[in-house]
Structure formats: C-alpha cells, structure tokens
C-alpha cells in the first residue's frame, strides 16, 4: 500500500496495513466497524435535528396560523405552541450532551482513521474555557449551559464534527459496505450455488439457489464468485484508506482553528509564565528583605557600636566585630540559598546534565543519572528543566517512599526528554496537589508536555518532553 | 612559602594576599583570570594555588577547570579552590585523582585568618580540607549508607567526617573531647573497615576521605 497522498506533517504516522489474505480479512472487519460507528452517528444526527426541526416546526405552523386567523388562541394554536416549547425544551436536555458525543465519535474517528486507514487526522478543539463567576471560587469545573453552549457552538470544530455525521451517511457507507458486500454477495449468490452443482458437494444445495441466467454452468458461477470475493477482498483495504481520506477531508481542522487553538494555548502559556514570574519576585524581594537586607542593617548596627566602644572597651568592641562578622557569614549563606533557588551556580558553569548530577548527589536517595546528553540547551529551558528536576526528585522523596530514583536525560528528534522514575508506591496524580501542575506549567511555557504514568502500587514514571535545540 | 592566587574581584584579591603575608606566607602572583593562572603556576611552581572557581573570561567553573589542568600537569601541586557555593560535584573532581593535597572551602572561611591559613598550610603539606558544609550535606542524608560506610559506627563516621574537613587526630580529640589515642584507635578502625592498607598515614586519610565522598 503506497503512500501517495498529501504529504506533509499530518502524513499517515499509524501501521501500514498488513498485506495478504488476514489483513484483507482484517480490513473488511474494520469497515464493518466502521460501519458501526456509523450508525451510532446517524443515532446522534437524529438527537440533534429532531429538536431543533421540532422547535422550527412549530414555531413556524404557529405563525403561520397567527397571521391567517389574526392573533386568535384556540385548539390548533395550543397544539403548535406545544410543538415549539417541546422542541425548545428538548434541545436544552439534549443538545449539549449530543453535540459532545459527537465531538467523542469524531476523536474516535481520528484514532481509528489513523489506527486502520493509515491516516492520521489532526485535531484542533477550543479548550474547556475555565468557569467564571463563583463557579470557579467553589473549584467547581462543571459550566454552565450558558457557557457549555456558547463554548461548543463557537467551535468551528464542532460545525466540522457535525458535518462528517451528515457526510459520512450520505457517502461513508457506500465505501465502508461495497467491499464486504461483494464479497457476500460473492459467496452467497455464486460460490455456494456453484459448489452445490458439483458432484459429490449437493448437501449445500439446500442454502441457496443459483441465479437465473443463460448459461450458468457451476464452473461459471464458481468463476463469477471467486472473482466478486476477490475483487471485494482486494478492495477492502484500498476502500478503507479511501474513507480515511474522506473522513481527513471533513475532520481535518481548518488553519484558522488550528491558529486559534494555538494564540489560545500560547495566551494560556504566557499568563501563567508571567504569573509564576511575578510570583517569584515577590518570593525573592520578601527573602532579600527578611534575610541578608536585615542582617546587613544589623551588622551596620554592631559596627558602629563597635566602632564607639573601640577606646573605652577594647575588649567589648573586638566581641562585636566578631559578631558582625558571623552575622556577615550567615548573609551570606542566605544569599547563597537563594541563588541556589533562582539560578543554581553549576547549572550556569556545567549545564543541566552535571547539574542534575550534583542534584542527585544532593539528594536523600540513591538517584541514578544516565543518558547522553552532550552540549548545552537553551538557559531557559536549561533552568526549567532543572527545576522540574528537583521538583520531581523532591516529589519522590516526600511522597513515594521509594529508595533509589533514576533520571534519564536525551536530546533526540528536535526535543529534551527527561524521564523520571522511581520504585516507590505510585499513585502520583497530577490533578491533586501542586507540585505536578506546577512542573506541568513550567514545561507548558516551552510547548512542552508532562505525562505521569504512575499505577497504585507503583513504579512510578514522569516523562517530559521539551521542543529545543541542543548546541 | 610560595603561594599563587587567582581571583578575579579586586577586593578579594587584595585581603588574601595581606591576610596570607601577614600570616607569614609569600604570594608570588595574584592573578585575574585562567590563562594567566596557568602562566603563572608554570613559571613560579608555587608550594600551593589558590584559585577561585568563577573566573573570566566564561564566568563559569574556569578556575576549577584551570587548577584541574594544572594539577594534571604538575601531579600532586597542593590546591585550595574557594567559591561562594560548595558543590559535592567539584568536590569529588579534585579528590578524583586520589592524590590528596586539596582544599576546596567557602569564600567566608578567610573571615577567620588563622583558621584559613591553617587549611592552607595543611593542603601544601599534603591533607585535605573540605568546608564542613560539603560534609554537612554529605551528613544530611548518609545514614542509610551503604557499602563499606555502612560498616562504621556513628562515632567511626563522626572522625571521618571531621578527617574529611581536614583536621589531625590532635583537634579531632579537642573537638570530640576525648584523648588523641582515643582517635587514633577510630581512625585505625576506620581504615580496617574500608580496607585500606596500611601505608603513610596522609595517604590513607587522603583516601578514606574518599570513600566517604564517593559514597
């Protein structure tokens, strides 16, 4: 199966389907799934017209009669009004919902387009806006209908998802049902009549009768019928990528949506960075103020104590310079605290993978560092990784009751990846608690991504993933 | 004494080398960056270096780098590195050669002269100094040692560590308050358990060292 069509990032990235007789099998049990899926999307067509063209109706027939009769109510007029509230009514109950199934069966389309077709389809929703309003105080991240609807309807991407129901009923079934029918009809209609007219073979007879026409000896239709199956059997395979194809045609995100998506993610991003920045200041500014600022005023103090004291007591002041200078020394050491904490020293001498090194020396446990990572990234995300690091090390001391860690650092195909693991308890859940969404966001700011892996019972996984080059 | 000094601020500069005359010893060069380190190290062949860690050009581990180099061509020169910051990292890199007569301290520890130019004097001569906050943060979690660490007692440690930062059975005995013959005894344990062969004292301290830094 070559690979012709459209080239580009979005090219097929699933398996190739496999060749030969199972995977021309396999194919036509696809479609037939397919086929499926299919029918449970007319279902949902169905929910989401039949409010909506009940509503209409009856609004219509309402005013229909309105304008023909002067504004008279009776008998006919309740029963239009009927009509229109039922159908208003219904599209509250049930119109979210469906349009949501429909963004489900369309995501399972993608998977499964790229799965058996060998056609990856990209996808490009609008994410779940964050509740307003009181909502968000009470951490509540269900919305309103007000705000569901507007969310859904607002989405190119949900017209597209609806689109591909109507387009998928009205062609989809056609290249999803022909190869399957053919080789049915093949083996029905031909291979088992033609085989019951063979000696020896008339026990079959009773399943089926052959067709009427001149000339259909049992070689005949044994030919006839081997040719549909193979013929049905051999385009299988061909007919599902060309609904692959059809399916990327419909599904395939506009540039616009996909741009969309992206100032969205990116305007996310850069909120949270300039929050978490600012944050950070602060954090810094009160340390500065609390520590070495007040040690520094201290010691001033004591100097110039010291400094009267020097004629009438030596001794006296010789016991306060020494004090100033002990207060000096654990200026020091808080300083150098918080250097630590805004850009560790031997990350900017050695980079992150030394780095990391003296932070798994640092550490409680036994942490193993491994992997080639040669050169130096970019001090951003040189910072940001090192950080998530330590985070994660942290994490796994505080919380996994595990001995030993391992980090695996690699630059490879354009990205860094870092891998954290451990052989603690598991049960690592990034929804709760702070530290996982804080490295989440961390990494987000450089289109990274973070994904946990960590079962009850454990081990433990973290992987990250951060696009940038490696010099 | 022959001392050359590489450090890049001013200030510094300047109080190490009065702070090291008055203290009796003979600074030969004071230097302001890594190349001119290696100039000079080559020309004067100092009894000891002391070099600060961050120097120019990069502004990044060039002083360490720079007595690493140095060490490599003049095996065994006695150096003392001193930064703002303490890394176990570039602790284990200058003892890596098992050679000893290394120091590697916090800028604040020339705050107390005559405890600084004893370390200086003990790295010439041969010994270590390691600034106890390397030690403290080895401390901080080596209690769950394991290998041949995991064999000492808490007391064994407790003189292994204080052997770590450089100090002779005489002030290990002063600080733990217990005779000097006592100490002798814990280090000769010491050196038992981690099968070190007895040959010149130094060496064997230089050694046990470490293994309590390579963990």
Known sequence: ?471 | MQVVIAEDLFLLRDGLIRLLEAYGFEVSAAVDNGEDFMAAVRSHRPDIAVVDVRLPPSFTDEGLRAALRARAEQPGLPILVLSQYVEQLYARELLADGAGAVGYLLKDRVFDGAQFTDAVKRVADGGTAMDPEVIARLLAHSTAAEGPLGRLSPREREVLSLMAEGRSNAAIAARLVVTERAVAKHTAAIFTKLDLQPSDDDNRRVLAVLAYLGR
């Open chain 1, 1 to 471: 199966m070559t690979n012709g069509v459209a080239a580009g990032a979005r090219e097929a990235t699933g398996p190739r389907l496999r060749p030969g007789f199972p995977g021309r099998l396999l194919a036509l049990g696809h479609a037939l799934a397919l086929f499926g899926l299919l029918l449970a999307g007319a279902v949902l067509l169905a929910l989401l017209a039949a409010p909506v063209i009940l509503a209409a109706l009856g609004l219509g027939q309402f005013l229909k009669y309105q304008l023909n009769h002067g504004l008279a109510f009776d008998g006919q007029d309740a029963r239009d009004l009927f009509a229109l509230l039922l159908g208003l009514a219904c599209c509250r109950l049930v119109l979210p919902a469906a349009l949501l199934a429909t963004r489900r069966l369309a995501m399972l389309t993608r998977r499964l387009s790229a799965q058996w077709c060998g056609v990856a389809i990209a996808a490009a929703y609008t994410p779940v806006p964050v509740p307003a309003g009181p909502a968000r105080q009470r951490g509540r991240r269900r919305l309103g209908y007000q705000q569901r609807m507007s969310w859904l309807l607002n989405d190119v991407s949900t017209w597209r998802d609806v689109l591909w129901l109507v387009v998928n009923l009205i062609v989809g079934w056609v290249l999803l049902l022909a190869p399957v029918m053919m080789v049915g009809f093949g083996v029905v209609a031909f291979l088992v009549p033609g085989a019951a007219a063979v000696p020896g073979m008339d026990g079959v007879s009773r399943w089926a009768t052959p067709p009427a026409f001149p000339g259909n000896t049992p070689t005949v239709l044994l030919a006839i019928g081997v040719a549909l199956v193979a013929l049905g059997l051999g385009t299988g395979p061909v007919a599902l990528r060309g609904y692959g194809g059809l399916a990327r045609l419909v599904l395939t995100p506009s540039r616009e949506a996909e741009l969309a998506l992206r100032v969205e993610q990116l305007a996310q991003t850069r909120r949270e960075t300039l929050d978490t920045g600012a944050a950070e200041l602060r954090r810094i500014e009160r340390d500065l103020h609390d520590g070495a600022q007040a040690r520094l005023v201290a010691m001033g103090l004591t100097l110039d104590a010291a400094g009267r004291l020097i004629d009438t007591d030596p001794a006296a002041a010789r016991a306060l310079l020494y004090e100033a200078r002990d207060a000096s020394a654990r200026a020091l050491a808080e300083l150098r605290d918080l250097v630590r904490g805004i850009h560790p020293p031997v990350l900017a001498d050695r980079g992150l993978a030394d780095a990391i090194r003296a932070l798994a020396l640092d550490s409680p446990l036994r942490v193993g560092v491994t992997g080639p990572l040669d050169g130096r990234l970019p001090a951003p995300v040189e910072s940001a990784g090192y950080f998530a690091v330590s985070e994660l090390l942290a994490n796994v001391a505080k919380h996994s009751g595990a001995g030993a860690a391992e980090v695996d650092l690699r630059h490879s195909s354009g990205s860094l990846r870092i891998t954290v693991s451990d052989d603690g308890a598991g049960g690592a859940d990034p929804s709760r608690g702070t530290g996982l969404q804080g490295v989440a966001r961390r990494v987000a700011a450089f289109d990274g991504v973070l994904v946990v892996s960590s079962p009850a019972g454990g081990p433990t996984v973290i992987n990250l993933e951060v696009p940038c080059k490696l010099s």
